[in-house]
Every structure is written in structure tokens, then in C-alpha cells.
Nanobody, 129 residues
């Protein structure tokens, strides 16, 4: 099973930017995606963005569309999440995880946390107003 390690969290003010990195212990299998998820205190874990290295598929949660970008670095085992225009409601622990590719009238990377496995340890992101 691929192991994942997140880094890059920190504290910023509203409107600031952070870049999170997720380093995998091995190449991501072609039938898997890498996803970023987050969990704020007292809230359910939610999907932020997912990416399929093999197929180039990308999906974003509605709350981050237009502000966050998921991408694969030149080191193919690193998946990054560029977060711009941060808001206090983005404050959470951010996790990366592998997610099995799904098919429904076409392949897609699911955003729901129940589909994920091989979770990293998480990195804290705090946005102050």
C-alpha cells in the first residue's frame, strides 16, 4: 500500500496563499487518484480536490473552485495543492489520501472521503481574519 506524507501547512491571514505537498512512497497505481481532504473542528471530513496522475482527471469541491489548484510535480510521486485567496473557513487539518478511480459514464476521481484509503497524517492550515 502506498504511504503518503503531507507538508506545507501553516498560518496565514485572509487572502494569503499556501502550497501543500503530498509525497507518495511509490508511484500511484493507474487505477487510483490522489485526493486532498480536510476536516475542521466539529465538522465532517470533506473532499477538497482529487487528481488522477494516469488520466489527468481533476475534481474540486465547490467551496474551493477557482482558488485551489491540484497538480503533479516533476517528481511524479508528489501531488501539490496550491491554495490562493484563503479564507477563515478554510481552516482545517488537510490530509492527502489515495482514492480508487471510479467509472460512471466515464472515469472520475471521487471527492467523498469514504472512498479514500492510505491516509497521510495531516497538516494544519490556519487562516486568520
Amino acid at each position: 500500500r502506498v504511504q503518503l506524507v503531507e507538508s506545507g501547512g501553516g498560518s496565514v491571514q485572509t487572502g494569503g496563499s499556501l502550497r501543500l505537498s503530498c509525497v507518495a512512497s511509490a508511484d500511484i497505481p493507474s487505477d487510483y487518484c490522489v485526493g486532498w481532504f480536510r476536516q475542521a473542528p466539529g465538522k465532517r471530513r470533506e473532499g477538497v480536490a482529487t487528481f488522477s496522475p494516469a488520466r489527468g482527471l481533476v475534481a474540486y469541491g465547490d467551496s474551493v473552485k477557482g482558488r485551489f489548484t491540484i497538480s503533479q510535480e516533476n517528481a511524479k510521486t508528489t501531488i501539490s495543492l496550491q491554495m490562493n485567496g484563503l479564507k477563515p473557513e478554510d481552516t482545517a487539518v488537510y490530509y492527502c489520501a489515495t482514492v480508487r478511480l471510479q467509472y460512471l459514464s466515464g472515469y472520475y476521481c471521487p471527492l467523498f472521503p469514504d472512498a479514500a484509503n492510505s491516509w497521510g497524517q495531516g497538516t494544519q492550515v490556519t487562516v486568520s481574519s
